[in-house]
């Protein structure tokens, strides 16, 4: 299986994403520069958290009109997979790749703290590492990550399996209107949702973060190892 | 030709930046103050000829960039 990382300027956790795919896949993913013009060749894109440029304009506005984005954008179109961490799923949003947009977090303040998230989308690689309504802990660190659409399409992520995961407490709790459990304070605890063809999923913690015993836990495994068997059978 | 691009969160979009500054002016002893929403505005230089065409290009760069729709308003001037 062939991973690329996208890399742009202001990119900075590409190496925690290195270092996740390579203990899933066994080889080491490539990186890609935020002006190559191809992704061709590879099973699956990723954009890893950071900030890029700098975070100008919005999260993930610049970064979203970038030359590699193009090329992404036609592999995505082509059915390829394409996963986007924090930074990376504010750019799929800013290049509509996924709807709806992340805003600041509700409560103003730049959070860098452990969540719990509760698996909840249908068919499709990001989420087959788990069981539906499976819970799992995952570090979390940004300061733009309350996600919000229309009303409408919020309905139509719900009712189409299309939401991945959500905020809950350790214990599979959700509440939409807690600051203790729905940190961000995103739109109905949206944590990471699912492309129409389920090939695209942005998602805001950090499962790359927990995927070394050494790191103090492996809770994020199951997105790296899903991925994995799916694409490889 | 000056074009300026407004560009303001949505009604309905939570703005918790214009929240904190509403806070912090009624702090301050602003007695008073309702809602307060924060937006952004961008001084643009273009090369169009007439006001009609600097207005489109703002409106298409807006679109295109200056502003995310899913989220945000926009409205554009020529200043000069």
């Known amino acids: ?233 | 030709m000056k074009v300026r691009v407004f560009v303001s969160l949505k009604e309905g979009v939570l703005d918790p930046q214009g929240k904190a500054v509403g806070h912090a002016l009624a702090a301050l002893g602003f007695k008073g103050v309702g809602e307060v929403r924060i937006g952004r505005v961008v001084d643009l230089d273009v090369a169009a000829k007439t006001a009609d065409e600097a207005r489109k290009e703002g409106e298409a760069m807006a679109k295109a960039l200056l502003a995310n729709e899913v989220i945000e308003d926009f409205h554009v001037e020529v200043v000069a």
């Open chain 1, 1 to 233: 299986m062939k991973v690329g990382i996208v890399v742009f300027p202001g990119t900075n956790r590409e190496r925690d994403m290195v270092q996740a795919l390579t203990l899933a896949t066994g080889r080491a993913p490539k990186l890609v520069w935020h002006q190559e013009e191809s992704v061709t060749g590879l099973d699956l894109v990723v954009l890893p958290g950071g900030f890029s440029f700098g975070d100008y304009l919005r999260s993930g506005a610049m970064a979203a009109h970038s030359p590699i984005m193009t090329a992404v954008r036609r592999f995505a179109e082509q059915g390829g997979y394409v996963l986007g961490v924090c930074n990376g799923f504010q750019i799929l949003t800013e290049a509509q790749l996924l709807p709806g947009a992340l805003l600041r977090n509700a409560g103003m303040r730049f959070l860098s703290q452990d969540c719990h998230l509760k698996v909840e989308g249908k068919e499709n690689i990001f989420t087959h590492g788990w069981a539906k309504g499976d819970v799992f802990r995952a570090p979390l660190a940004h300061g733009d990550g309350n996600y919000t659409a229309a009303p409408e399409m919020l309905d139509r992520l719900e009712g189409e399996g299309r939401v991945a995961f959500r905020y809950c407490r350790d214990d599979g709790y959700i509440q939409h209107d807690d600051a203790q459990i729905n940190l961000n304070g995103s739109a109905r605890s949206i944590a990471g949702v699912l492309s129409e063809n389920r090939r695209v999923c942005g998602m805001m913690p950090h499962p790359e973060n927990l995927t070394d015993p050494a790191l103090g836990g492996t809770d994020g495994m199951p997105l790296f190892k899903g991925i994995v068997e799916s694409l490889s059978t």
